[in-house]
């Protein structure tokens, strides 16, 4: 299926509303991951190039219910039919009731119904097992967010909530289109709800990769060891949108190692990161359809210890199209002329509850 974007009519619903137990065509058993000789590239390194994805109804931390990483296809299918996602495409499967009063609540978060999502419709398999988390140490599938990491992130998010609509400096990054959705340009590279796919670039002195979410762009100078490769990271002061990226290979890995992350970005999340944060990256190549890509979180400023990630890169025959945020540029306008509207009448304006919430007004002096 064909990834999309708001404002594209050429979605294709099939691949939306059927559960890929074709999924199984990407799974990578350890072991012939190991014994896998990848394509090479003119300097004969392994070829990374080409479009991948990693949609997937897998996310970066566990379920509370669940308690493994690694399940059976058929404890993969409960796991699927009770994701959010996938219950609000079975709830708008079929012709539109107009008398269902959906949007009675004035929650203007109904825009994402399933029409627009594209989030996968299967758990993930890494190296040829179903896994619940991207996150697979800790054990528990959790960020180990420390207490002063919680404090931190607590008092970051309160701060943001009493400038939010301001005025459009103030408003979250991915509602500016300066950056992915979720994570999806890194560091730590992560699935959101659409636009999941990757296309990589690769040359000997550089690899670029090109986001479709958004339309990020991460270039990534290469250099011939670690050492040197560290030694050339670019000035913190620069504060660069995802990270500052330097990369070398080590065998046949592709190892990238980010630090440096933009301070609005770090505070925002998903994945915290303060000034001395650090991101170390792994894609190999493990099949002519799959790159294992993996990632390190370093940092004691928000973490308790280091926490690591496996996630699986699937190949995709197509081709990134254009991104294209705030169609005819309205957006950001109508976001702040329905805060001030909001002001208006007395009310504060909140961020909306998503497409799942019923929001519950906040009358000036009041709480929610």
């Known amino acids: 299926m064909k990834s999309v974007k708001p404002g594209s009519m050429s979605m294709l619903w099939l691949g939306v509303f059927v559960f890929a137990i074709a999924a199984l065509g990407h799974a990578v058993s350890p072991s012939s991951a190991k014994s896998y000789a990848p394509p090479r590239a003119l300097d004969g390194k392994p070829d990374l190039s080409g479009v991948w994805s990693n949609a997937s109804v897998t996310n970066l931390t566990r379920g509370l219910n669940v308690e493994k990483l690694v399940v059976t296809r058929a404890e993969a299918e409960t796991i699927v039919k009770a994701n959010p996602f996938q219950r609000l495409i079975e709830a708008e499967d079929g012709p539109s009731d ?68 301001h005025g459009p400096e103030a408003l979250p ?121 993996e990632f390190k979180v370093e940092d004691s400023a928000y973490y308790s210890q280091s926490w690591r990630v496996e996630m699986s890169l699937n190949k995709r025959d197509e081709s990134i199209y254009e991104y294209a945020c705030h169609e005819g540029n309205y957006a950001m306008e109508g976001i702040l002329r329905g805060a001030r509207l909001q002001e208006s009448q007395g009310i504060k304006p909140t961020a909306g509850p998503g497409i799942f919430g019923t929001p519950i007004p906040e009358k000036a002096g009041g709480s929610r």
């Open 98 to 165: 107009l008398n269902d009063n959906l949007l009675k609540d004035n929650n203007s978060d109904r825009g994402y119904n399933a029409f627009w999502i594209d989030p996968g419709s299967s758990l993930a398999t890494v190296k040829g097992q179903y896994r619940t988390s991207w996150i697979v140490e800790p054990p528990n599938g959790q960020m180990p967010i420390s207490p002063e990491g919680r404090q931190r992130l607590l008092a970051d998010r309160a701060s943001r909530q009493q400038t939010m609509f």
């Open 173 to 293: 990054l991915p509602e500016r289109c300066l950056i992915g959705f979720s994570g999806a340009g890194g560091p730590g590279m992560l699935n959101t709800i659409y636009n999941n796919n990757y296309q990589i670039i690769q040359s000997p002195n550089s690899i670029a990769i090109v986001v479709e979410m958004v339309h990020d762009t991460r270039v990534i100078p290469l250099f011939k060891d670690k050492v040197t490769a560290q030694a050339s990271h670019a000035p913190a002061t620069l504060g660069k949108w995802l990270g500052d990226s330097v990369g070398w290979w080590e065998g046949d890995a592709l190892v990238v190692e980010v630090i440096h992350p933009n301070p609005q970005q770090g505070r925002s999340g998903p994945i915290f990161l303060s000034d001395k944060g650090k991101v170390t990256e792994r894609f190999t190549r493990v099949a002519p359809t799959q790159i294992l890509y």
